[in-house]
């Protein structure tokens, strides 16, 4: 069993470089910094990861209005460029619940922020820094979602932005979302990996601020999923949920909501038995978190050979390991890997329940069912899975997963006649016989 080691880490008296309460700390030697004088992404004296820091941590009394900014006591902002963002639906699912077979089954549907995916709440703070730091250009690598909200929030912040993407491996809704949205958009011949390699240089070079998730600001964004989560399990339930299950790749969120849970742990808001368990699922063809965890490695070893329909989640050196690695292991949590296919399933398993999501997000559910089968997840637990993209992400994959079109004659009494074949089977395609068959 890990110890619960719920601190944030570092010394929490105030620096005197900090502005207004907020100051940023590597979270390797301990170093502070100002948050907004100079572009920095990580640590000066050891290249450790930055975290930003607060003088006063949240309570759930503090918290007010709506969406994202409904958090603006945990953000170093109170307001910024907002589409809005946050306030995401936590849906019910009875059906999937008892068929999973846990106490209580929780959707928590990011693809329902504005551009369809959870980097909405990155971005609606980490865009408010650029502005404060004072930069023209923001930049960003992306498997496709991150690309789609830079663009939107650059383009309602009037920045000029420049994405860069892994050639031929983005879903085509992200592509046409940056695309109108006015980014510059370049394909490179590399994976995201190689993406990001060259956006840092670019960033160090000071041609752009790089708003790619190792940017600190843009997790504390993200850590409003967790408060959201909370909030409104609690509200349901009254109680908190067991564990949260979701997706990973550079595992942003993973960092974010363990820090979210911290905050509130270090304010007595969150008792540290309520922590959930962070549940890292991610691609077998992607999964170096998984790797280090079930190997008990310090850090995780970069895959430079990634694959897996699950575009979004195909990221094979995962920047935000140091902060999310402590995060599974220390709230007791655990990482997974699913394949594919079971990826294909729980995507066509939510979209039953009425819920759309692209294939990384449905890897929540399948890492779910997965950890179920394997008796690692108890059946009396109540659990949340987060879906971080909407369905129409990413068009082709939901059309190979779902049912195909049939084609009918112009005429209404050939219609009825075809109404009447009986439908035979429901998805899949390869494994499961090509997509829909029909018996006409
Ligand atoms: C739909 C979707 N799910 C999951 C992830 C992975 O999130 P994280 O990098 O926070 O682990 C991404 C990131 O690109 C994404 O777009
Ligand atoms: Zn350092």
Known sequence: ??????????????????????????????????????????????????????????????????????YNAALPFEEGVTLPEGDTPLHRVPDLEEDIGVRNLRIKHEGMNPTGSFKDRGMTVGVRVAQAVGVDRLACASTGNTSAALSAYGA??????????????VAAGKVAQASLHGARILEVDGNFDACLDIVQDLASRGEAYLLNSLNPFRLEGQKTIGFEILERFYEDEGRFPDRI??????????????????ELVQSGALAPGDVPKLT?????????????????????????????????????????????????????????????????????????????????????????????LSGEIDPGEDVVCLTTGHLLKDPEAAAEAGADPEPVPNDTDKVLKHLQGKRVSLGGDGLLGKVLGYVR
Do not use: H
Request: charged share 25%; with cysteine; aromatic share 6%.
């Open 245 to 262: 299950v979701l997706p990973v790749g550079n595992a942003g969120n993973t960092a974010a909501l363990y820090k979210a849970f911290r």
């Open 1 to 70: 069993m890990a110890t619960l080691d719920l601190q944030l880490g570092g010394s929490q008296t105030v620096p005197e470089d900090a502005d207004d309460g907020v100051w940023l700390t590597c979270i390797e030697c301990g170093e502070t910094f100002a948050p907004f004088d100079d572009v920095r992404y990580t640590c000066d004296d050891c290249d450790g990861l930055l975290e930003v820091r607060y003088a006063d941590s949240p309570t759930f009394d503090d918290f007010e209005g709506r969406g994202v900014w409904r």
């Open 280 to 372: 890292g699922v991610q691609a077998e063809g992607a999964a170096p978190m998984v790797e280090a965890i079930e190997n008990d490695l310090e850090d995780t070893k970069r895959w430079d050979d990634v694959e897996t329909r699950a575009t979004a989640i195909r990221i094979g050196n995962p920047v935000n390991a140091p902060k999310a690695l402590p995060g599974i292991r220390n709230t007791g949590g655990t990482a997974v890997a699913v394949s594919d296919e079971r990826i294909t399933e729980a995507q066509r398993d939510l979209a039953e329940q009425g819920i759309g999501v692209e294939p990384a997000s449905a890897a929540s559910v399948a890492g779910l069912r997965k950890l179920r």
């Open 156 to 169: 309602r912040a009037n920045l000029e932005t420049l994405v860069l993407l892994p050639s031929g491996k």
